[in-house]
């Protein structure tokens, strides 16, 4: 169970690192956001690779990371847009 844990939040880690590297520009949000988004398209990327019958592969599960990195550059672009819409506003 902590290993589950422990290799989830690596994991998350690596998976939220290589979103924000794919993404054009720069991302308002900051470490921790970036893991936790890594983390969810980890967990969200694992089930759609299931899904399609192709959770388990000889070797490393290419096409799992493939669909974790697709799902966390996703989740990075939203959560970028979430959190930088009360960036430099002021009320009149």
Do not use: C, H
């Not at 949000?29 to 959770?55: H, P, Q």
């Amino acid at each position: 169970m902590v290993g589950t844990i422990i290799g989830l939040i690596i994991a998350g880690i690596i998976i939220g690192a290589l979103a924000r590297l794919f993404m054009p520009g720069r991302q308002a949000i900051g470490m921790i956001a970036t893991v936790v988004v890594g983390i969810i398209g980890t967990l969200v990327g694992y089930w759609i690779a299931a899904a399609l019958g192709v959770e388990k592969t000889n070797g490393v599960d290419w096409i799992r990371w493939i669909i974790s990195i697709i799902v966390a550059v996703i989740l990075v672009a939203i959560t970028a847009s979430v959190m930088g819409r009360g960036r430099g506003r002021t009320l009149t």
